[in-house]
């Protein structure tokens, strides 16, 4: 007869966390959201870390370079999907890899032939104002000036005359040669009381705009994930099909870490994967492994793969029907709860610690903050960063709301036929992802500034620093469903909720 563990599948819903004691240094300002990605020693550290506990899940509806340049600019990482050709991976991870913030590439250009009339289009196209007159009209071409919406006055000009008869010359410009730092360029746009600083090369050709308002816009991101070299921080996908021409690619595009993406990492072909990967380029890469929902398979990982964190989760998606149609999977509290154990259990005998990742099927903020204090050190999610301005899908509008397609890669839309099974046939049998809609919740950064602002709130009343101390110290409550009652707001009318006598 089949063992039947003696445990039930739990979820993150079920739990609620007890106060501790705060003490006056509790405050969210003190508070580091620090997560280690990396396994490391006790006596070590972690030499690499995400600055907040988020990372965005390897999906085509969800990581793509928009969203891994905003993600990392808020401290956390994008996994991006490998459903897609090596060559289209890299580029994307190479995207990345060159996004210099503050530094942005011109993409309003025009040559100086171009009349009025098509710099008021573009203008109205693009929505940017400062348009670069280059000889060729596109970047990366001889710069000749800059027109703005101050050289010409669109509703008295005649707008069929050419632009070289208005733009700003060069003689009458503040530039900037290539190379110069972010700080350089701020100081030279202050100085001269200027809005756009163009840079270019010894040639002459423009390489990128300096805005003064991007100036602000990178001082509220004091928490931006980067390499040593101050290039953003990105992460990117891997199966174990073609994953060594794979991983030679997006080593060599700059990649700063990879994760072996399976529904079930608990198999020969991953742990000889990250052995291949681990041989071919030593402990400075990291490697994640996953996903697994159980304590043996975190040890199989942790010791026949040598992988540096492993993801936990299967079967909880929100886009995910694996549970349903291979009856495979457990609760994603259990799962965590059981693997987060046997962490600190490895930890205790070899002293080594391997970071574990929450993935999937978190719902709300509270669940986040469920998750981190059941052991993840931190957390992957599709849906959430699906919904944002900066994933790769166009918005909709559906009876008056806006939303934003959402599809699992298990499914037939995503045709990522590796991730679920170990042919190599091209058409997948059956589906473990469903194709759908999500609404629209605006930019990553506001939705990520309110959910790091609820974390840290929430550590605050735990009595904690930091994630470490939140594991060590937070306690928990299972719920009654009249708890969840209780603490609902059912029992009230919301002001907003309420119909207006108008109907
Ligand atoms: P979400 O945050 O609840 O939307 O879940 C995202 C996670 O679901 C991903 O990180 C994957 O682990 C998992 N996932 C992605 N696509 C599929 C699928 O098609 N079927 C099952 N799980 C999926």
Not at 26 to 52: D, Y
Not at 238 to 247: Q, S
Not at 316 to 327: A, D, H, L, P, V
Not at 351 to 370: E, F
Request: charged share 25%; with cysteine.
């Amino acid at each position: 007869m089949a063992i039947i563990v003696d445990d039930i599948s739990r979820t993150f819903h079920e739990y609620l966390l007890l106060p501790g004691l705060t003490t006056k240094e509790h405050t969210p300002h003190n508070v580091s959201l620090k997560a280690s990605i990396q396994r490391h020693t006790a006596s070590e550290g972690a030499k690499i870390s995400l600055n907040i506990p988020f990372v965005s899940a390897a999906m085509q509806a969800v990581s793509g370079p928009e969203l891994a340049i905003a993600l990392a600019r808020k401290g956390g990482s994008a996994f991006i999907f490998c459903s897609q050709g090596i060559e289209e991976q890299a580029e994307m991870v190479r995207l990345v890899k060159e996004h210099k913030a503050g530094f942005v590439e011109s993409d309003s250009n025009l040559s100086p032939d171009a009349s009025l009339l098509d710099a008021v289009n573009l203008r109205k196209r693009t929505g940017h104002s400062t348009i670069a007159v280059t000889e060729r009209g596109e970047p990366n071409s001889k710069l000749l000036g800059i027109l703005t919406s101050k050289d010409f006055w669109e509703f008295k000009d005649d707008l069929s005359r050419p632009i070289r008869e208005f733009y700003t010359p060069l003689e009458k410009l503040v530039l900037a040669q290539e190379g110069v730092t972010l700080q350089g360029a701020t100081e030279l746009l202050w100085k001269n009381k200027k809005e756009c600083l163009p840079i270019i090369d010894k040639a002459g050709n423009l390489k990128y705009l300096v805005f003064r308002r991007d100036y602000f816009d990178h001082k509220s991101n004091p928490d931006e994930l980067t390499d040593n070299e101050k290039r953003l921080f990105v992460g990117a996908a891997l199966n174990t099909f073609d994953y060594k021409e794979r991983a030679k690619a997006l080593i060599d595009a700059g990649v700063d870490c990879l994760c072996l993406d399976s529904s079930d990492g608990y198999t020969e072909w991953q742990a000889e994967a990250a052995r291949h990967i681990r041989k071919e380029y030593g402990k400075e890469i990291i490697i994640g492994g996953g996903n697994i929902v159980t304590k043996e398979a975190f040890r199989y990982l942790v010791e026949s793969a040598d992988v540096d964190f492993v993801k936990v989760g299967i079967g909880g998606g929100s886009i995910c029907i694996t549970r349903e149609q291979k009856g495979i999977g457990r609760g994603q509290a259990s799962a965590v709860m059981d693997v987060a154990a046997e962490r600190d259990k490895y930890f205790k005998e070899k002293k080594i610690y391997v970071p574990i990742c929450s993935d999937g099927g978190l719902n709300s903020d509270t669940q986040v903050i469920i998750a981190l204090a059941m052991g993840a050190d931190f957390v992957m999610m599709g849906k959430y960063f699906a919904m944002t301005e900066e994933s790769p899908t166009n918005k909709i509008t559906y009876r008056g709301r806006l939303y934003k397609p959402y599809w699992g890669e298990g499914s037939n839309r995503a045709k990522n036929w590796q991730r679920y099974s170990q042919s190599d046939s091209d058409k997948l049998s059956f589906e473990e992802g469903v194709d759908a809609f999500v609404p629209y919740s605006g930019r990553l950064g506001d939705k990520v500034d309110i959910s790091t602002a609820k974390i840290r709130a929430a550590m605050c009343n735990v009595g904690v620093l930091n994630i470490k101390e939140f594991h060590e110290k937070a306690r928990l409550t299972r719920v009654s469903e009249m708890t969840l009652v209780e603490g609902g707001t059912s029992t009230v009318e919301q002001l907003d909720r309420i119909p207006s006598d108008r109907g």
